[in-house]
C-alpha cells in the first residue's frame, strides 16, 4: 500500500539516507527550539467547521503572481536535491508539475536552471542569496527570464548561516559528486571540505554571502529585472511594511525551516502580524512545519496565500525519487481539499480566521 502520511514517508527516508545527510536535511540550529515550534504551534488551533453547505465541489485554485496554482501548495527552495535523488531537481520539478503546483528553485541547486525548467510542467520561481559577487547575481537574473522563471525570491534571513550543531558535529560537507551547478566551481570550492566540528556549508557563507545587505540594494535588483520579486524571511509587521514600502511583490514568512536564529518566532506565530501590516490584496506566503492538508488549512485561515513546503518534498525524493515527491504533494493538496470539504469552505478563499478556534496550548 502507498503510504497514507508524511510521517510514513519520513520514516522511510530515514532507513534511506547517510547519517550527515539526513542530519543536514531535517537539522536546526542551535537547540533546535525554533524548529520544534513550527511543528507544534499547529496544535494551538481548532477548526470551526460550518455545515449544510454544498461541498460537492471544492476548488483549490489560486492565483498568485500570475500564475493560476492548482493547489496553494509550492516546494520551498532548498539546496543540493541530488543529495537525495540522482535526478535532482529535475524529478522535483516533474513532481510539482503532476500536481499543477509551484515550485522554488534554489540558487544552489545541483541541476542547472536550464534543465529544470525545460522538464517543468508548473511555474517556477528562482531562489537567491545575496553574494559579494553582484555580477553572479545579474547572470543568474538573466539566465532566469530568459528560461522563463516566473518570479524572484530574495533570502533574507541568512547574512550568515545559524550554528547547526548536527552538522558542526558531522563535519558537513557536499559530496564530491554533487554541486551547486549555476555557480563558478570557484566560488563553491569551500563547500566540498570536511573538516571536524566545522560545517562546509557555514565556511561558504562566510567566504561569499553579503553582510552589508540593507533596504536600499533592493533598489539595486529591482533596476536588472522585470520579474515579481518575493523576500523571503519576514517575522515581523515592522520588516513587512518595510518590504511593500521597498517594492516587494510578495513575502514569504519563513525562519529558515528553524536553521537560522534559534528562538525566533515559530512562522505560525508570526503571520498574523505580517498579514496585518501589509495591504489586503498583498501576497504573504508560509514556510515551516507543514506536515498535512490541515496544516496548510490553518496558516490559510491566518491569512497565507500560499504554503511553501520543504524537507518532506526530499524525503519523499530519498524514498522513492520523483514518484514519492509526487505522493508527497499529492497528499497534502488531497488533505488540504478534504479538509475544507469537511469545514464547509470549499474555495481557499473562504477560509479566514473565523474558521479557527484558539485552543490556548
Known sequence: MDPL???EIEEDARRRLPVAIREFIDGGSSQERTLAGNLSQYGRWGFRPRVLVDVSTVDLTVDLLGSTLAAPIGVAPMAYHRLVDPEGETATARA???HGLLTVVAMFASRT????????TGPLWLQLYWLRRRDVLAGLL???EQAGYRALLLTVDAPRIGRRLRDLRNGFAVPPQVRAVNLEPELMTSTGRSAVGRSAIATHAEEQFETTLTWSDLAWLRERTSLPLVLKGILTAEDARLAVGHGADAVVVSNHGGRQLDGAVPTLTGLPEVV???PADFPVLLDGGVRSGTDAATALAL?????LVGRPVLWGLAAG?????ARVLGLLRDELEHTLALLGRPRPGDLDRSALADLGV
Open 5 to 7: 502520511t508524511l510521517r
Open 303 to 307: 491569512g497565507a496565500r500560499a504554503v
Open 276 to 278: 496585518a501590516a501589509v
Open 113 to 120: 536552471v536550464e534543465e529544470i525548467a525545460a522538464e517543468a
Open 142 to 144: 538573466e539566465r532566469a
Open 96 to 98: 510539482a508539475g503532476r
Open 321 to 325: 525519487g520523483e514518484a514519492g515527491a
